[in-house]
C-alpha cells in the first residue's frame, strides 16, 4: 500500500505566495514547523534510512534558463547521513553555467527549540570534474537521526534546446515534488510528462500524427487549437504519458506520496522508471535582445566543436532575427551526412590503401575481420563516447588516438573501402537510458558503432569494446535503441539481449 503522510499536508495551508506565480510556495527557506521533525515514513517504506519532505523545482526561460532548486530531507536512520553529502555537477565549458545563491544548513530539535547550523562558503568545494564539468561539493554540519537538511540554489544555463530532466522519485520516499516552469514569447516547447509508461506502437503513430500537425499548422492556427486543448497535445488514456505544446504560459505538475525506487531492471539506469518531466525546444523565431545571443549560439550546429568565442565573432552565427525549429528525422539525418565531424569522416582518404590491397583476396568475412582488428590495434581509444569526431580527421590520424566516433566512423569508412556494405550506428549508451524515439532531441546519443552486412548477414561492430571476438560489444552497447544513418531508408534498429545468453553482457543480439 502507497504510504501516506498526512500531518505534512497540513503544513502547506501557511506558506506565502511565490512573486509571479500567483500561487503559494510549497516550502520556504528556513521556514519548518517542529511537526516536520515528528514525520516519519510508513508502508513499505518504514526502513527507509532518510524522506524527503520537499523537492520544489522552477525553471523560467529569458536570457538564460534559470533553473532554482530547493530540497528538505529528513534524515531518519544512521545509514542516511550519506545524504547530507551533496554534489552538484553543473557545465563550466563555454561559460555554459553560472553557479549562484547557493545555502544550506541543518535543522535540529534542540531543548524543544529549533536550532540551525549553516555550511559556510569556505566549506563548499568547487572541484573540476573534466574540461566540461564542476561540481559543487559540500556537507552538512552536526548531521545525525532525526535532524533535517535543507539546500537551496540557482543555475543560470546556457540551456536552450533541451532543459534538464526533472525527476519526481528518489531512491528513498518522497512527500512531496513540485515543479514549476514558465514559457514565455517567443519559445514553443515540447513537454512531456512521463510515469513509468512507454509507448505501445499505435501510440506512437497517433502521437506522430499530432507532431505532424504542429509541424504543419500555422503558428496563429496552432496556438488556437492549442488554447482550446489547454495546450495538450497528445496523452494515453490513462495519463501516464502526456505531452503538452507550451507557449507564453506557466504551469505546475505535483507528485505526492512516492515511494523510495532504488534499483531499475534490464540494465535501464533506475532514473529511467521514476515519473518525470522532460523539455524540447520545438521553435522559436523573432527578433531577440542582443543578451539572448550566447543563448541562441547553442543551437548553432558548431557549437560544440567551434564554441562560443568563435561563433561570437561570428556575423553568420549571430543573425538579428532567430528561427529555430525542432529537426524531423530525414533533417537531422541529413545535416548529419554532411556535418564535419561525421559525414565529411566517411569521405575522407584514411591512408589505408596498402591495407585494401592487401586484404581485397579475401572472403567478405576474412576483410571484415581485418579491418576491426587493424582499427583496434593501430589507433587508441581515449575512454570517450561521443556522437561526432573529437578533431579533424588529419589529426586523428596523425594522434592515432580518439573517440569512440572517432575510431568507429574511421572503421565505416574502411569497410565501404574493402567493398563491403556498412552505415555508421547512433546509439545512448544503456547507463543513460532509452533515446527520444518520436524526434531528435539535442545531445539524446552519445556514442557510434557500426552497423555491417555481408551476404544479407548483418553484424554490429565497435572498435571500442576492448575484444578480438567479432559477436561482441562493448557492454553499454547493449540494451538500447540505435539509429542507422544513411542516405537511403535510415531508421531505427534494436540491440538486446536474448534469455539463454544473458550471462554473458556482451553478447550482441539485434533486429530492424
Known amino acids: 500500500m502507497r504510504p501516506t503522510y498526512l500531518v505534512w499536508l497540513m503544513l502547506f495551508s501557511s506558506v506565502p505566495a511565490i512573486c509571479g506565480f500567483g500561487e503559494r510556495l510549497p516550502v520556504k527557506w528556513g521556514k519548518i514547523s517542529a511537526v516536520e521533525f515528528s514525520i516519519t515514513p510508513l508502508g513499505g517504506d518504514t526502513a527507509a534510512a532518510a524522506i524527503v519532505l520537499c523537492d520544489f523545482g522552477y525553471i523560467e526561460i529569458s536570457n538564460r534558463a534559470f533553473y532554482t532548486r530547493h530540497t528538505r ?52 568545494d568547487d572541484i573540476k570534474i573534466n574540461d566540461e564539468w564542476n561540481k559543487k561539493k559540500f556537507t552538512f554540519p552536526n548531521v545525525k537521526p532525526g535532524v533535517i537538511i535543507e539546500f537551496q540554489y540557482t543555475v ?60 504543419d499548422t500555422r503558428a496563429h492556427s496552432r ?15 490513462e495519463s501516464r ?43 522559436s523565431s523573432g527578433n531577440l535582445p542582443r543578451s539572448f545571443r550566447p543563448l541562441v549560439l547553442t543551437t548553432h550546429e558548431d557549437y560544440e566543436t567551434r564554441g562560443q568565442w568563435s561563433l561570437m565573432h561570428d556575423r553568420m552565427a549571430l543573425p538579428g532575427y532567430v528561427q529555430f525549429r525542432l529537426q524531423t528525422w530525414s533533417e537531422f539525418n541529413a545535416g548529419l551526412l554532411e556535418h564535419d565531424r561525421f559525414g565529411m569522416y566517411l569521405r575522407k582518404n584514411s591512408g589505408g590503401n596498402r591495407l585494401i590491397e592487401s586484404i581485397n583476396s579475401l572472403s567478405k568475412p ?28 588529419d589529426d586523428f590520424i596523425h594522434k592515432q588516438s580518439g573517440s569512440s566516433a572517432d575510431l568507429n566512423l574511421l572503421l565505416v569508412s574502411l569497410l565501404r573501402q574493402a567493398g563491403i556494405t556498412a552505415d555508421p550506428l547512433l546509439i545512448r549508451t544503456s547507463d543513460r537510458g532509452m533515446p527520444e ?46 539509429w542507422i544513418v544513411r542516405d537511403d531508408n535510415p531508421g531505427w534498429i534494436d540491440i538486446y539481449l536474448q534469455e539463454d545468453i544473458r550471462k554473458d553482457e556482451e553478447a550482441p543480439v539485434f533486429k530492424l
Open 437 to 482: 524515439k518520436m524526434f531528435p532531441v539535442k545531445g539524446q546519443f552519445n556514442h557510434v558503432i557500426v552497423l555491417a552486412e555481408i551476404d544479407g548477414v548483418q553484424v554490429l561492430l565497435d572498435a571500442t569494446s576492448g575484444t578480438n571476438d567479432l559477436n561482441r560489444l562493448h557492454k553499454l552497447d547493449i540494451g538500447t535503441l540505435g
Open 73 to 124: 530531507i529528513k534524515i531518519l536512520k544512521t545509514e542516511g547521513l550519506r545524504y547530507a553529502a551533496i554534489e552538484i555537477p553543473y557545465q563550466t565549458k563555454n561559460r555554459h553555467d553560472d553557479f549562484y545563491d547557493l545555502k544550506a544548513h541543518t535543522l535540529a530539535m534542540e531543548n524543544g527549540r529549533i536550532v540551525s547550523y549553516r555550511v559556510t562558503s569556505d566549506q563548499i
Open 223 to 237: 496556438r488556437i487549437a492549442l488554447i482550446r486543448n489547454k495546450y495538450l497535445l497528445f496523452a494515453t488514456t
Open 366 to 393: 576474412d576483410r571484415l575481420e581485418a579491418i576491426l582488428q587493424y582499427v583496434r590495434k593501430n589507433f587508441q581509444w581515449k575512454g570517450e563516447f561521443t556522437l561526432f569526431a573529437s578533431q579533424d580527421f
Open 241 to 283: 504519458y502526456k505531452v503538452w505544446a507550451l507557449n507564453n504560459m506557466k504551469k505546475k505538475i505535483v507528485m505526492r506520496n512516492l515511494p523510495g525506487l532504488a534499483s531499475g531492471f534490464g540494465g535501464q539506469p533506475v532514473t529511467a522508471f521514476y515519473p518525470q518531466v522532460r523539455f524540447d525546444l520545438f521553435e
Open 156 to 215: 543560470a544555463s546556457l540551456d536552450f534546446e533541451k532543459l534538464d530532466t526533472w525527476y519526481f522519485q528518489r531512491e528513498i520516499p518522497t512527500l512531496w515534488s513540485e515543479l514549476r516552469f514558465r514559457v514565455p514569447e517567443p519559445f514553443v516547447y515540447l513537454v512531456t510528462f512521463v510515469n513509468s509508461r512507454q509507448l505501445a506502437p499505435d501510440e506512437e503513430m497517433a502521437y506522430g500524427q499530432k507532431l505532424q500537425w504542429l509541424f
